[in-house]
């Protein structure tokens, strides 16, 4: 399995980007995914996750009410929509899909990982 994570960029602070991770080589649909992302100088963070039916999403506190996760499962595809975006949500994030269909929030859990996108948000 490939996870080709895409979608990052610069933008000012209060706007949007939407990142997309892209699979193959098998379909991912009852797998969970995940993004996480990790800032200069810091560790690799949970940002969200959804379980592989799609029915259970969680998003960790700082970004709860901004971002939103999905998946399309025709196109095998995850998205992170980013709203409201905040200096702080700098980062490289990067996507990760696990064996099992039940959603995780530590980087332990997952077995896959797409390369990372570059996000960077200016004051």
């Known amino acids: 399995v490939q996870l080709q994570a895409s979608g990052g960029g610069l933008v000012q602070a209060g706007g949007s980007l939407r990142l997309s991770c892209a699979a193959s080589g098998r379909a991912l649909s009852s797998n969970a995914m995940g993004w996480f992302r990790q800032a200069p100088g810091k560790e690799r963070e949970f940002v969200t996750a959804?379980?592989?039916?799609?029915?259970?999403?969680y998003y960790a506190e700082p970004v709860a009410g901004r971002f939103t996760i999905s998946r399309a499962y025709a196109k095998n595809t995850v998205y992170l929509q980013m709203n409201s975006l905040k200096p702080e949500d700098t980062a490289v994030y990067y996507c990760a899909a696990r064996y099992y269909t039940n959603a995780a929030n530590t980087a332990t859990e997952y077995d896959y990982w797409g390369q990372g996108t570059q996000v960077t948000v200016s004051s």
């Open positions: 959804i379980s592989g039916s799609g029915a259970r999403s």
